[in-house]
């Protein structure tokens, strides 16, 4: 596989790019020389962990939030997911991984096509939601996790550390890195409809001070996933290299390259537009002669440095770049003009559906960002202060070609495809965007002699957009510029150990579908919108007692988020459209989260996260929408893992259990507030047997894994889309899948 090409890539971005990795990696390999021996500093002792991190949560938690404290000591609401614990059970998707955390939940996750979620019931928004060891990132692309350690999920609080983000929280990808231990590990893995899977991770130190580390993770997969005629493949390669300076600095320069290839698997809909149709999980509509994988092509490297200028202050630097191409290809079905009347959203009664050849070839998104930051402690008027201060710039393009082709071709049918000619003709006009973010913060913790802790921040943010079409119709150029704050109490002792009270404030942009035989305002960067967000929580840990320890957490928050919604407007006499207005609705979400973790010698481990939400439309321009509960937003979730040692650890008996509640689908037009249609509660199983050989110089871990053990057929999610269109996606049938990992 060849790093800095792809098959589709045009030559001259691809050598731009090769060329700025190759002059971050030229700069770290020049320091490097005069410390990299030519063989290994003797032998070094294999750790028993498959995983080594030398960072530790408090420097995770930092790398995010920038305040210097324990995870558990912030006035924030985190969750640090291993990815360990996806893999255990077969897993490589975002959704699977993120499922761990109740806050979680999908929006419009598909096989073969990248993911979006829902924190909070709030859509996070890809371009701005996603963050790799902190800072920003593009989120619309599959993502590889081989060289991922851990995912950081922020759950609220996201415009004290996002210029501009949607409100329910963040999502940081943390970096595998090189520890004080070697690590040689190599993975295989085989499911019963011939998905392949092969990884590498390798780790080691050089030198006679062991000053320079490198850390290399590689992976192929063929994929053949539980959906039918769904076929894809991809390849992962990344290396990570850190060199720990004398006089206590750090420079770390990393670089990763993901080519992804799938069938995607477009949603179901509902049977005249009220009915849910029959759960069919294999059920691809996808499946014409002439279908084409999604394919995409990520290239991502960072540059970072930190130096110590004192025993108090820090300062560091970061540069990063990411460069995603891609090209969506799916037969889509939308919608039904085989009935006497055109039905949208939904299929007819019968399960016929309209099906488009849709084609959106070479789509390229640069994400380009720096930050300098300067951490620092001060004793001042009889507190000590924990100082930080930032300077971020983000600039983000979305380039498209002058075209896409979204055709009608037929008509085709949920319970049995009819095969129909393509057109694959390109008449559809793109629109381009551009979004540049300078951001400037400023945080403080204050703490005195007593249990109270005040947290502050201020983040100030100048946002630049700017979208025009194709054929140099409808630019828009917007400027704005916003203040964020932050506020927390928390109060710490020994026995009740923390609890905190938090105020923030959030600011969002939104941009108008293309859609210009929709929407008159088509393409369109609308105003900004300030969220609020209101949040305390309890926390208490307790120690090893009688073989046992554990820790508690119990959070309610509230947010009031103003949106944009459609008005109906007549463009021409008998021509009605839509227009796209800021702020036309006002949401209210508000809930409880528990979590609780015991660790008992005799029982295993146990991990539970539950949340209780009531999410609502608290104020509309549309009449039945005032009162009414978010779409495909859950009441309650749960979320259960066991780890269970068998004789002596040599065994290991993994199961999580998964549960959420009725998730509205339609409101009642006559009813205003009330639901007309709901998915029903669900529950799904996932179970995995581990079992650990021990060799003279090898160690091997055997696992057999079921997911959705009992094979249950529910509908998991009914995501309506920006656009109006309502697309229902079913829970993934039953995988067995074998592995075998080895370390040396």
Not at 154 to 172: E, H, N, Q, R, T
Not at 207 to 235: C, F, H, K, W, Y
Request: with cysteine; glycine share 6%.
């Amino acid at each position: 596989m060849n790093i800095c090409h792809g098959k589709h890539q045009s030559k001259r971005r691809g050598f731009a790019f090769c060329a700025f990795a190759f002059r971050h990696a030229l700069v770290t390999l020049c320091l490097l020389q005069t410390l990299i021996s030519a063989q290994l500093a003797g032998a070094q002792v294999r750790g028993e962990s498959l995983e080594i991190r030398s960072t530790s949560l408090q420097q995770t938690a930092a790398s995010l939030t920038g305040f210097q404290a324990p995870l558990q000591s912030t006035p924030f609401s985190l969750s640090l997911i291993d990815t360990q614990t996806a893999s255990d059970f077969g897993l490589h998707a975002l959704s699977d991984l993120l499922r761990s955390d109740p806050a979680v939940s999908d929006a419009y996750n598909t096989i073969g096509y990248p993911e979006n979620f829902a924190i909070r019931g709030f859509l996070i928004d890809p371009r701005l939601n996603y963050r790799r060891d902190g800072l920003p990132i593009n989120g619309h692309v599959p993502l590889a996790f081989e060289n991922k350690a851990s995912v950081l999920l922020l759950k609220g609080a996201s415009g004290m550390f996002a210029g501009s983000a949607s409100p329910g929280g963040l999502v940081d990808f943390v970096l595998k890195r090189p520890g004080n231990l070697s690590i040689r590990s190599a993975t295989l893995s085989l499911s019963e409809r011939g998905t392949r899977y092969v990884a590498a991770d390798l780790s080691e130190r050089f030198g006679a001070s062991q000053s320079v580390g490198i850390r290399i993770n590689l992976a192929n997969e063929t994929r053949r996933p539980m959906a039918e005629r769904a076929p894809g493949d991809r390849q992962f390669a990344s290396l990570l290299m850190d060199w720990r300076m004398p006089g206590g600095g750090i420079l770390q320069w990393d670089a990763e390259r993901h080519l992804f290839a799938q069938i995607s698997v477009p949603g179901a809909s509902l049977l005249d537009g009220r009915l849910l149709p029959p759960v069919l999980p294999r059920r691809n509509m996808n499946d014409q002669p002439w279908s084409s994988p999604f394919e995409s092509q990520e290239t991502a490297s960072a540059l970072r440095w930190q130096k110590p200028l004192s025993a108090d202050w820090l300062l560091k630097a970061a540069s990063s770049l990411q460069a995603v191409r891609t090209h969506d290809r799916i037969a889509f079905p939308d919608g039904c003009s085989a009935g006497v009347a055109y039905l949208y959203p939904g299929f007819c009664a019968n399960g016929d559906a309209d099906l488009y050849d849709f084609r959106s070839l070479n789509e390229r998104r640069l994400t380009r960002s720096s930050e300098l930051r300067l951490d620092g402690h001060v004793a001042f008027a009889g507190a000590r202060h924990q100082l930080a201060l930032a300077y971020r710039n983000t600039r983000l393009s979305e380039q498209l070609e002058p075209a896409q082709a979204y055709n009608w071709v037929g008509i085709s049918n949920y319970f049995a495809s009819v095969k129909l000619d393509p057109n694959p003709v390109a008449e559809t006009l793109n629109s381009n965007r551009f979004l540049s973010t300078r951001e400037l913060s400023i945080q403080d913790r204050i703490q005195t002699s007593g249990p109270l802790v005040l947290w502050l921040g201020l983040r100030n943010t100048q946002i630049a957009s700017r979208s025009a079409r194709s054929d140099g119709e409808l630019a828009v150029s917007l400027e704005q510029s916003f203040s964020s704050p932050f506020a927390a109490i928390s109060y710490e002792t020994n026995g009740f150990q923390h609890a905190y009270l938090s105020y923030a404030q959030g600011v969002e942009t939104e941009v108008v579908p293309n859609r210009p035989t929709i929407y008159r305002n088509a393409a369109q960067v609308l105003a900004a919108q300030r969220s609020k967000q209101w949040e305390a929580s309890l926390r208490k840990a307790w120690g090893a007692q009688a073989g046992m320890e554990g820790q508690l957490a119990l959070t309610v928050f509230r947010i009031e988020r103003p949106s944009a919604a459609d008005v109906e407007i007549t463009a021409l006499p008998g021509e009605p459209m839509l227009e796209r207005l800021p702020a036309a609705l006002l949401a209210r979400h508000q809930g409880l989260e528990f979590q609780a973790s015991l660790d008992a010698a005799e029982f295993g481990q146990f991990q539970l996260a539950a949340q209780r939400t009531q999410a609502k439309t608290v104020e509309s321009l549309l009449a039945n929408r005032e009162g009414a509960p978010v779409l495909n937003v859950a009441p309650w979730s749960l979320h259960l893992l066991h780890r269970w040692p068998i004789a002596d650890s040599r065994w290991q008996w993994q199961n999580r259990l998964y549960a959420v509640g009725r998730k509205p689908v339609l409101l009642a037009n006559d009813r205003p507030g009330d639901v007309d249609l709901a998915l029903a509660a669900r529950w799904q199983w996932d179970s995995a047997l581990h079992w650990q050989q021990k060799l003279p110089q090898l160690r091997l871990r055997w696992t057999l894994a079921a997911t959705n053990l009992f094979d249950r057929a529910d509908w998991r999610e009914a995501p309506t889309q920006s656009w109006g269109g309502t697309y229902l996606f079913p829970v993934q049938a039953r995988s067995l899948r074998m592995a075998l990992q080895a370390h040396w």
